[in-house]
């Protein structure tokens, strides 16, 4: 605690943590408020704390921050200054309101937070400190607390609006400022065009010559170049003028601001030049504060070859570019004072030299160059690609050279070297060559290595002539030395000759290398490096900054940004050669490391004269006010506007700064607004209110500013206060719509906003304060809608026949014309002016005719407006609506006059419409205006584009710039988001009566009759009269490419059905034109929209008026067109069978007519086609014309699929019917439900609705007849697919399936019982029979064509045997195919056993039939019959199909039949019991039962039980006897197996005549019996196991009593066991004396 007299003791330099001591005396002090607050909450500060408040303030206001711009990191933030303020929040949170509003004012704390801790900005004289915490926005918030009525908050919010306030919105979105700040190395980027990364790493090169830049700055040009080579003199003059008058600007820097403005609208008129666009670009690289800068200015300006800008998307080469731009600058400032400035930098001359051999003269010629190109390929370095630049060649025998001296040829070596060094020295390398071997151009990705410092002293004129100096002593020395020893000694004294001169340059080298300072050294001061192909690629630099004396600090240019580079890095990042790379080998399955060429190395070299010439100015050491005094005025002036919006954005879009301005908004209550304030302005020094100040913070917080940052937290609630403030304050919905039509609000919102949120919560806001400004204004607007329709009916009545559509007046195109001229100028001048371009140029019109008609550019446009007036003198769609003074209506017609962007922003205008379908619901009045304003026939214009009936009396000069193919993207299938304008359109038409309706006089069911409005008061809506639409919007509105387009894209379908329904209604032409629209769009349309068109189709075709059979037959029509000729897609062609089966599901006429008119359709779509879907989609609609007598129809049919047989259902594809009215809303919907049911007009319509349709049985037999006629040509498609096909086969299987659909349709066809059908098919049963034969002959597996010709002849056997079968057994060829009727012998895979499943139980039933009734009678069987039971496919049948699991009951009964048939013949019982019980003993296991009764019925006499027993059929049995037997769940098979093999046994114990031959073959049988020594064992087991089941121990006991008799064995194995189970039980025997008779009588025997 302290007395008033005591200073509490602050922060000092001295403490180390002034972070956490503010932390700490923050936290008493809100301590200390608390406890006082407590006792009385309105007391003002303690004396202490208000001392401390006095002493924080003061200490506030002398504190300077700490904080830097471009400061390093961990420099860290001010935190003295942090706390301060946050101590000043705490403090401010418990000081009254008044006292608050005084020490804002009186004690100037509000200037002291406002302007220099928040928004104090650098200037272009003082580039200072920049640093706005965030903690002052607390302080500021806590000084305002609670003070909306006091002078301090207003002026605070009249502060904060005039930030946020924009003349012209923003072009940028999702903009975040820090994010695009200059880099803290103090660098600047270029920003990359697309391709221009070439320009990007050039143009930094030369950035960083300070030298350069500087006296670059100081360069003029003429601003217009001459028109003709000839006024050279006139632009000289123009150039030395021009330097005169910017130095003076330079030297004024006292001048008014008027006189600065006038310079900048005279420079705004000047025509920028590459002079002028580079210094700009070096001007923003130097003192911009963004990231970036973009070269968008340049690009223009900066022409090809052609004469053409550069093409931001074209590659061009480093080195290419170069050399253009140098050419261009020096064309450029030729005849300037500045002429020579690239040539006294990068300029230097080569020295062309013929040396003579044989005499003393040299020819020598002098060029200039700025770059040296050197060979990378086959080198290794920069000495030696130099060496190789200076290597003459020998110009001797018949290329000797003509010395003009001498007059005589003589023999030269020609060389070149450099003859004057340039300051600075650009070296390329051809790292991209030709190879002519695969004529293909490469890159050299070879190492090719280059020197920090090095010497050009050996390649210049002055070291050739030194080493051709040394050259010649060494030769003279040789030659003394060889001398005497011949010609052989010459090659060795050139050798050492060659030698000697090599060592003297390398030393020549070093010594030159060594002397520092010398006037041929260099040093590396750039690298422009190219990473990617020969084809492409990118391109960035390394530069070394200037600025550091020692030149050790380096940077990296990578277009826009700018990063630290160590030197270090240089032979790794720019030698090129190899690196290491990790892949990965599959086969061994791990990574392993190899050598890879680099993609990246050194393209263009720039070096650094070290001892300069005297013609350019020496570097020296500027400090950053000197260099920025280097640039002209203008430009600096234009850069630092620049930054100061730049860096106002940056505070503005701090998400502190959103914050606390949405506080103070969201801080005004609604209810504070005042009671029954007067709609419109305020009176003129009347007060104004601190809930409009709040609206028009708000309005320009969220407009200009929120909605184009990147985080929107507070758009969506501050929106939301908005419309709440705008409910209770209605001038304030007044001053939103005016500033609405002063700025672009609405195009930049409503159609350049990328976000869907931030449009639709500016379109919420806009819909809102329409409406609240609606209650006031639409008496103003009630009855022009009446008034208007009657002056612009009468206007039509002269000429309707030439319309046209006026897209806005001549004031208004003529405005837009000033701000696209303006918007050129934008990004070469500053951003966030107090006087935007537009209105410069308004205030440059408004200066007088005469100076606007001198000038060629007023001209031009006034000869522009007029033949812009000439060529709308056409009639119009009128657009000029009388001034009512609302601004509603003025809202809507600005909303209007925006339509001709739209087409440009196709993508997002969505909520554009939804802005117009809101206003609609307000009531009639804004629909009548509406309509009025032919907004029907605008907006259907404006979406077809080239498609509109007005586009080609609009001219090609006035179609608002847009393109012939409408709008939406067709590559990417992307559709405008048109649905709002389709509903808008069907809303304002459906309202009104039809055309039909009115002409027929019957009312149109589909027509709105009651709208349900969003304004609450409904008095308001009332007995006004309905504006009904123009003859344009009639026209528009049944303009049918606006249906088809619509449909294509699928946008608002629903709508569009609607709104086509209720134009239909007793329409015939339209209805006409659309269906015929429709269809022809529909062949040309993409497959995923078809589906749309079938909407619309089954739209009208629900349609119930007297037309509905007209329409239905027209579409039908239609349709057979349709498909005859885009037959060529199968999928889309089922489509369209599948809506013409719902157009027949809907009208009895349609499937009248589909059926007299089948000859068109049936063989092609049920036969002809090759797709499957189209032939099933053609079954599905003849199941329809051809429902089954007394069966709900199904739109399903289960078929094999092409890969497994497995079955699956084909489901058809189903389009969405559309009914009666669709509406839009809830509101449209129990409008809708309240109306009449649509009253069936049609016959068709009303038996559809009261009965289901059935053919008559003629019709039903027409349509059989027609498909048995096709039964000939059938039988080419059983088996690959004829030239007559219509397109090509869909597979190689499809064939397979061809007939399928077809012989199921006749069997649809067919009606049980009705003896006409069959007479019919009768006549047609041979060519059934040689379908039948032809399929099977192919031998196809798995073929669904035989299944189905099977089961129809199955059924024809089957329901007709007398009358079918008797003719299918005179067919000898019938014969002989099911003879040997091929079947599948590959059990074990599913698709086999399924297809069998189907094809078995017909195809074994149609045999029985046969088979039956060729036993039929009481003589000999038919020869069918015997053959048939001697074919090699029944014992297949026996022995895989009858005991396999797989197969269901239904196919092994009728097997199991037929071969009970078959066994009444003794051949085929002879023949088939050996076969069957051979394959049978492997596998009885296998369903034992279906043998067991089979192999009963074969053993029918005693030659069977001979066969049965010479086949082992006995052991067959005693096996299968000794794994079941004495299993009690299997005792029913096993009586089976027992009795059989009892009777076996009573024949091998039968007495025969014969008793030798029977011996013979009872041994024989007896000693294949191998295990009856077993089964006996089993046997007597059985007893005892099976004592409770009689029946099984009596023919256990018959089984035991024959093998006993059969085998002396035999018996005394079963007597001894009996006699042993006795002694173990006694009794036994007389418990078995009843079950077993026989078995007791033969042990009590007396042999026994």
């Given amino acids: 605690q302290h007395g008033e007299q005591e200073r509490c003791p602050l922060f000092s330099p001295l403490h180390s943590t002034p972070a956490q001591y503010y932390e700490l005396l923050c936290a008493l002090v809100a301590a200390r408020l608390q406890a006082t607050s407590s006792a009385a909450e309105t007391a003002p500060l303690p004396d202490d704390l208000a001392a401390l408040l006095r002493q924080v303030i003061e200490l506030l206001s002398a504190h300077r921050s700490t904080e830097r711009r471009f400061s390093p990191k961990s420099a860290g933030s001010d935190e003295t200054l942090v706390g301060l303020l946050s ?199 130097q003192e911009s504060e963004e990231q970036f800068y973009d070269t968008k200015p340049f690009l223009k300006v900066c022409t090809g070859y052609d004469g053409k800008p550069t093409n931001p998307y074209v590659q061009m080469d480093a080195d290419e570019f170069f050399n253009m731009i140098t050419d261009k600058l020096e064309r450029a400032l030729a005849g300037s004072e500045h002429a020579t400035l690239l040539k006294r930098f990068f300029g230097g001359k080569l020295s062309h030299q013929i040396i003579s051999q044989e005499c003393e003269h ?368 209605p001038p304030a919905c007044h001053w939103f719509l005016q500033r609405l039509l002063r700025c672009g609000w609405a195009t930049s919102l409503l159609f350049k906003c990328r976000e869907v949120p931030t449009r639709r919560e500016f379109a919420d806001l806009l819909v809102h304060v329409l409406r609240v400004a609606r209650t006031f204004e639409v008496r103003l607007y009630r009855d022009v809608g009446a008034l208007q329709h009657t002056q612009q009916h009468d206007a039509e009545q002269g000429d309707t026949e030439a319309m046209s559509i006026d897209d806005g007046d001549e004031e208004q195109e003529h405005e837009q014309e000033e701000q696209e001229e303006c918007s050129q100028e934008a990004g070469r001048r500053r951003l966030g002016k107090g006087k935007c371009n537009g209105q410069r140029a308004a205030t440059r019109k408004g200066k007088g005719k005469e100076e606007a008609s001198s000038s060629g550019k007023q001209v031009s446009r006034v000869s522009r407006k007029k033949s812009r007036a000439a060529a709308w003198a056409a009639p119009l769609i009128p657009l000029d609506a009388p001034d009512t003074g609302s601004l509603v209506c003025a809202t809507l017609e600005h909303l209007l006059g925006m339509l001709r962007e739209a087409h440009n922003h196709w993508l997002h205008f969505d909520c554009y419409f939804e802005v117009f379908v809101h206003v609609a619901h307000f009531g009639v009045e804004e629909r009548n205006w509406m309509r009025t304003q032919n907004v029907v026939a605008r907006f259907v214009d404006q979406f077809c584009g080239e498609h509109s009936p007005f586009w080609e009396a609009r001219g090609s000069r006035f179609r608002d710039g847009r393109r012939a193919g409408g709008m939406g993207d067709p590559k990417h299938r992307t559709a405008p988001r048109s649905e709002s304008m389709v509903r808008l359109v069907q809303l304002l038409m459906r309202e009104c009566p039809s055309r039909g309706a009115l002409a027929s006089g019957q009312p149109s069911p589909y027509r709105l009759t009651s709208i349900a409005s969003s304004i609450t008061d409904a008095a308001a809506t009332s007995g006004v009269a309905l504006v009904p639409p123009s003859a344009y919007d009639e026209q528009l509105a049944r303009h049918p490419v606006f249906y088809s387009m619509l449909a294509d894209r699928g946008v608002g379908v629903a709508d569009l059905a609607s709104l086509a329904q209720h134009l239909a209604w007793m329409d015939s032409d339209f209805s006409a034109q659309l269906l015929n629209t429709l269809s022809g769009a529909l062949m040309r349309a993409e497959p995923e929209s078809h589906v749309s068109f079938y909407a619309l189709f089954n739209a009208l075709m629900a349609v119930p008026d007297a037309l509905h059979g007209d329409r239905v037959l027209l579409c039908l029509e239609s349709m057979l067109h349709l498909i005859e000729d885009g037959c060529q897609h199968g999928v889309l062609t089922a489509q369209a069978i599948d809506f013409v089966r719902s157009v027949a599901q809907q009208s009895h006429t349609a499937c009248h007519w589909l059926l007299e008119n089948a000859p068109r359709w049936l063989c092609t779509w049920v036969l002809l086609h090759t797709s499957r879907a189209v032939r099933i989609a053609a079954e599905h609609l003849i199941n329809y014309l051809v429902p089954l007598p007394g069966a709900v129809d199904v739109t399903t049919t289960t078929t094999p699929s092409d890969t497994t047989m497995t079955t699956t259902t084909t489901t058809t594809i189903t389009i969405t019917t559309v009914t009666n009215a669709i509406p839009s809303t809830a509101a449209e919907t129990s409008a809708t439900a309240g109306t009449a049911e649509p009253a069936a007009a049609s016959e068709g319509a009303s038996q559809g609705s009261e009965s289901a349709w059935q053919p008559s049985d003629l019709q039903r037999r027409q349509l059989l007849t027609q498909l048995l006629d096709l039964l000939e040509r059938a039988q080419e498609y059983v088996r690959g697919a004829p030239e007559t096909i219509l397109v090509p086969d869909e597979g190689p299987s499809n064939s397979f399936y061809h007939l399928d659909a077809y012989l199921r349709l006749i069997s649809r066809c067919l009606r049980p019982g009705d003896d006409e059908d069959y007479m019919v098919m009768l006549q047609y049963f041979s060519l059934l029979a040689d379908l039948l034969c032809a399929i099977d002959r192919e031998h196809v597996n798995c073929d669904l064509n035989r299944v189905e010709v099977v089961k129809l002849f199955y059924r024809l056997l089957l329901e007709r045997d007398e009358l079918f079968g008797e003719c299918a057994l005179e067919l000898t060829t019938l014969h002989n195919q099911l003879n040997v009727f091929h079947v599948l012998h590959a059990p074990l895979l599913p698709k086999v056993h399924e297809y069998n499943r189907q094809l078995l139980p017909p195809f074994y039933g149609s045999l029985l039939c046969m088979v039956r009734l060729g036993k039929r009678g009481s003589g000999p069987a038919h020869p069918f019959v015997m053959n048939l039971a001697q074919q090699h496919s029944i014992m297949w049948a026996m022995n895989t199909i009858y005991p396999a699991v797989t197969y269901d009951d239904s196919t092994v009964h009728t097997l199991q039949e037929l071969l009970l048939e078959f066994a009444d013949f003794q051949a085929f019982r002879a023949a088939k019991i050996q076969p069957f019980i051979s394959s049978s003993s492997p596998r009885l296991g296998d ?96 007893l005892t196991l099976f004592g409770a089941h009689a029946s099984i121990l009596a023919v256990v006991s018959q089984v035991l009593v024959l093998l006993s008799s059969i085998d002396a064995n035999a018996r005394a194995q079963v007597t001894d066991h009996m006699h042993r189970l006795e002694t173990a039980s006694p009794g036994i025997l007389e418990s078995l004396q009843t079950t077993c008779p026989q078995l007791i009588q033969m042990l009590l025997a007396p042999d026994v």
Avoid at 246 to 268: F, H, L, N, S, V
Avoid at 1487 to 1492: A, G, I
């Fill in 87 to 285: 101590l000043l929040s705490v403090l401010l949170s418990s000081v009254p309101l008044d006292e608050r509003m005084r020490m804002a004012t009186e004690d100037a704390l509000l200037d002291e937070l406002l302007e220099r801790c928040l928004f104090e900005l650098p200037t272009r004289d003082n580039h200072g400190a920049l640093a706005p915490p965030s903690a002052a926005f607390e302080a500021l918030a806590a000084l305002l607390s609670n003070g909306e009525q006091h002078s301090a908050w207003q002026s605070v919010v009249h502060c904060l609006t005039e930030q946020n306030r924009r003349e012209q919105p923003r072009s940028f979105w999702s903009y975040r400022p820090v994010d695009h700040r200059r880099a803290r190395n103090g660098f600047v980027g270029l920003k990359n065009q697309g391709a221009t990364c070439y320009m990007n790493s050039l143009l930094q090169q030369f950035f960083c010559i300070p030298e350069f830049r500087h006296e670059f700055f100081a360069a003029s040009v003429p601003t217009k170049p001459p028109t003709q080579e000839g006024s050279a003199g006139a632009a000289g003059t123009e150039q030395k003028q021009e330097p005169e008058q910017k130095q003076g600007q330079k030297q004024e820097q006292t001048a008014t601001e008027a006189e600065a403005e006038q310079a900048e609208e005279q420079a705004a008129e000047e025509v920028p030049t590459l002079v002028s666009e580079l210094q700009r670009i070096f001007a923003f690289l």
């Fill in 362 to 729: 040299t020819t020598e010629r002098e060029e200039d160059f700025m770059t040296l190109s050197v060979d990378v390929q086959n080198k290794n370095c920069l000495d030696e690609s130099l060496q190789l630049f200076v290597q003459g060649d020998m110009l001797d025998g018949d290329n000797k050279y003509f010395c003009d001296r001498c007059q005589k040829k003589v023999s030269a070596i020609k060389r070149c070297c450099v003859g004057q060094l340039p300051n600075i020295l650009f070296v390329h390398m051809k790292r991209f060559e030709f190879d002519f071997e695969t004529m293909e151009r490469g890159k050299v990705n070879t190492e090719w290595q280059f020197p920090i410092d090095f010497s050009l002293f050996p390649f210049t004129r002055e070291g050739l002539a030194q080493q051709s100096e040394h050259e010649q002593a060494s030769s003279d020395v040789g030659e003394g030395e060889g001398e005497g020893e011949g010609e052989g000694g010459s090659d060795s004294g050139e050798a050492a000759a060659a030698s000697a001169s090599s060592s003297a340059l390398s030393r020549k080298i070093a010594s030159h290398r060594g002397a520092g300072g010398g006037a041929y050294d260099y040093r590396l001061a750039g690298v422009i490096v190219h990473n990617g192909t020969a084809e492409s690629g990118h391109y960035y630099s390394f530069v070394q900054d200037r600025s550091v004396p020692d030149g050790s600090q380096w940077f990296k240019f990578n277009d826009a940004q700018v990063t630290r580079f160590h030197l270090t890095d240089l032979p790794r990042e720019c030698y090129g050669g190899q690196e290491m790379h990790s892949v990965w080998d599959a086969q061994a399955g791990r990574h392993f490391n190899r050598m890879f060429p680099k993609t990246y190395s050194g393209y263009m070299l720039l070096y650094e004269r070290v001892q300069r010439q005297e013609n350019i100015p020496p570097r020296l050491p500027l400090l950053p006010e000197e260099a920025a005094s280097r640039v002209p005025h203008l430009l600096y002036s234009e850069v630092w506007d620049r930054n100061m919006s730049f860096l106002q954005d940056s505070n503005v879009f701090d998400p502190a700064y959103f914050q606390f301005a949405s506080g103070l908004v969201l801080g005004v209550k609604a209810s504070s607004a005042p009671a029954h304030a007067a709609y419109g302005p305020p009176p003129a020094g009347e007060a104004v209110p601190a809930v409009m100040r709040a609206f028009q913070l708000g309005t320009h917080l969220a407009l200009d500013s929120i909605a184009h940052a990147k985080h929107q937290t507070q758009l969506h609630p501050l929106c939301e206060h908005l419309c709440a403030l705008a409910s209770a304050y």
């Fill in 1487 to 1582: 369903l034992p039962q279906r043998r067991l009764v089979l192999l009963s019925a074969l053993l029918i006499s005693r030659s069977d039980h001979i066969n049965f027993c010479h086949a082992s059929g006995p052991e067959v049995l005693s096996k299968f006897l000794l794994a079941t037997l004495l299993n009690v769940d299997n005792s029913e098979t096993s009586m089976t197996a027992l009795r059989l093999l009892q009777r076996s046994c009573a024949w091998l114990t039968e007495s025969t005549p014969d008793a030798e031959r029977l011996q013979r073959q009872r041994v024989t049988a007896l000693q294949a019996w191998t295990s009856r020594g077993n089964l006996i064992h089993s046997l007597l087991d059985a």
